[in-house]
């Protein structure tokens, strides 16, 4: 997507919640996306765990801090499993805050995955928050959000 | 036929962990972008990616917009018997498309 | 993959003869490649010239380098497929008359644009696979920027890819090059800016969030992220002319044409990296 709006980044009182929302076993909590009746990150999660709490811890997403192209910005997923029959990653989501829709991608694995690490590339409309929610096989969720920074080429093609 | 690029080993031993990248050539449009004169450019995107081997999908993907032009999907499977990998890219206006790449597993 | 070049005497002199002239116009002590003249010719090893890959991000010059994520790397293989495809009335592929495209033109993307005789006038890469469709194959041209031709010229140029770019000492296109030396100095468009005001003025600083390339041609047709494609260095310059609001030249024009010759003469000697990877 060419979206050329660069938002600023209001971090700190955010970031604040999300420490004390965080330390209290609580939900994410994040500023919802722009328009009125967007799905936000948080709703986007829910979907995906269903009731299941998310926890922060497990999963890692590597990805590059600052960026200076959204259009293919090189993610990889890992999570800390054994990928054994009895304990595995079933699926890792990735999800955003602020492209025009939350979803990114999700990716089924299982024991014959024998290592929980996909990579892959994504769009970034603007400089946003990104979450990976991956389900393991004892249905619990675990995450892990990155925010990352997009600076725009300068000289645009028409 | 969209030109697309497997790698991966073309041996392994038996329960090794094997490395697979691939890319597929293909715009994903994501709907949401507009043309010189102004009118959106209609969505155009591989929905779903599959992996098949010794007789079960080791890995599938779900693929949305923001997935970046030209694919990049990286994942591993566990070597289990030689035969054949089949992958599958599907998605909007009719797209399907199946490479095979084969392994022999010591 | 090595992308300096080496600081050999030889380059030294050529650059010191290339930006003697860049040097007398020198407005700005900053521009790096400007003083390449007085830095080559007095430390050697010293050459100042980049590309554009070492301005990159850690995960793109990481993408360029892995042909497993290269996205460029689908057009190369795409262009395989094409080199060995039986094209036109004469019935041949490329192969029916070059044969293994690793050996037969290995070496042969770094020398161009070169001078072809039949048409007495300088022909890029493209306009050469075009010429032998036309030619011998009996095939149709090869529009500018479809993917076939942007996928025949990545694979070619791919069998230069680590070989310094070696522009021929063909004294017929020295006219070319000094044109396009001409054309890279001139202020154009609204903004009223020449090439040689970013690109060598003001390499190595920004401009809004990216950072001005020296815009040596190292790895055209490039996978550009911007584009979400590949595309020729002439789709590149076309869209600089857009930048400063000026009209583009259009494809195959002599303008082109010339300033891809005076480009491949400034960038002599830095290597191809054939498919780049740029954002």
Redesign the interface.
């Known amino acids: 997507m060419n979206t050329r709006t660069v938002r600023p980044l209001r971090s700190t009182t955010r970031r604040a919640l999300l420490h004390t929302a965080l330390g209290l076993g609580a939900s994410i909590v994040i500023r919802p996306a722009a328009g009125a009746n967007a799905p936000t990150l948080e709703s986007a999660i829910r979907v995906f765990a269903s009731e299941a709490p998310v926890k922060v811890g497990r999963v890692l997403l590597d990805i590059a801090p600052l960026v200076e192209n959204g259009n293919a910005v090189p993610v990889t997923v890992s999570v800390e499993s054994p990928m054994t029959a009895a304990d595995h990653v079933r699926r890792i989501a990735i999800f955003n805050e602020l492209n025009p829709q939350r979803d990114v991608a999700v990716f089924t694995l299982g024991p014959r995955a024998g290592r929980a690490k996909v990579a892959t590339r994504v769009r970034l409309a603007t400089s946003q928050r990104l979450v990976a929610v991956a389900q393991l096989s004892d249905g619990t969720y675990w995450q892990h959000a990155v925010d990352v920074i997009v600076t725009l080429a300068a000289c645009v093609e028409s | 036929m969209a030109r697309a690029l497997i790698t991966m080993p073309a041996t392994a031993q038996k329960g090794e962990v094997v490395e697979i990248r691939t890319l597929i050539a293909h715009p994903m449009e994501t709907g949401y972008r507009r043309g010189d004169e102004g009118s959106v450019l209609p969505r155009n995107l591989i929905r779903r990616f599959t992996c098949v081997y010794d007789g079960e999908t080791v890995f599938s993907a779900e693929l949305h917009p923001a997935i970046a032009a030209n694919p990049l999907i990286a994942f591993s499977t566990v070597a289990t018997v030689s035969g054949m990998l089949t992958f599958t890219w599907d998605g909007d206006n009719g797209f399907a498309q199946t490479e095979r790449v084969a392994i022999t597993v010591t | 993959m090595k992308r300096l070049a080496a600081g050999a005497c030889g380059v030294a002199v050529v650059g010191a003869l290339v930006w003697a002239a860049v040097d007398a116009l020198a407005a700005q002590a900053e521009g790096v490649v400007v003083n390449a003249a007085e830095k080559a010719a007095s430390t050697p090893a010293a050459d100042p010239r980049r590309s554009g890959f070492d301005a990159?991000?850690?995960?793109?010059r990481?993408?360029q380098q892995d042909?497993?994520?290269n996205?460029g790397?689908?057009?190369v293989?795409?262009g395989e497929?094409l080199w060995n495809r039986v094209d036109g009335a004469a019935g041949k592929s490329c192969a029916s008359c070059h044969g293994v495209a690793t050996t037969a033109m290995r070496g042969v993307a770094a020398r161009y644009p070169a001078f072809d005789t039949v048409a007495a006038r300088p022909f890029t890469l493209a306009q050469r696979i075009d010429a032998c469709r036309v030619r011998h194959q009996q095939a149709e041209p090869l529009r500018a920027e479809s993917d076939a031709r942007l996928a025949l010229e990545a694979f070619v140029a791919f069998q230069s890819r680590g070989q310094p770019i070696a522009p021929p000492g063909d004294p017929r296109l020295e006219p070319f090059r000094a044109e396009g030396e001409r054309l890279y100095r001139q202020r154009i468009g609204q903004i009223d800016l020449a090439c040689v005001q970013c690109h060598d003025e003001h390499a190595g600083q920004r401009?809004?969030?990216?950072t001005i390339p020296q815009a040596h041609p190292t790895g055209y047709p490039i996978?550009r992220?911007?584009?979400?494609?590949a595309g020729s260095l002439q789709r590149r310059l076309r869209?600089?002319m857009?930048?400063v609001r000026a009209e583009p030249y259009p494809y195959d024009s002599q303008e082109l044409v010339a300033l891809e010759i005076y480009l491949a003469k400034r960038a002599e000697g830095l290597k191809v990296e054939t498919p780049a990877v740029r954002?």
């Open positions: 990159m991000t850690a995960e793109l990481a993408m042909d497993a994520s996205p790397m689908l057009w293989k795409d497929a401009l809004a969030g990216s996978y992220l911007e584009w979400q494609s869209g600089c857009s930048g954002p």
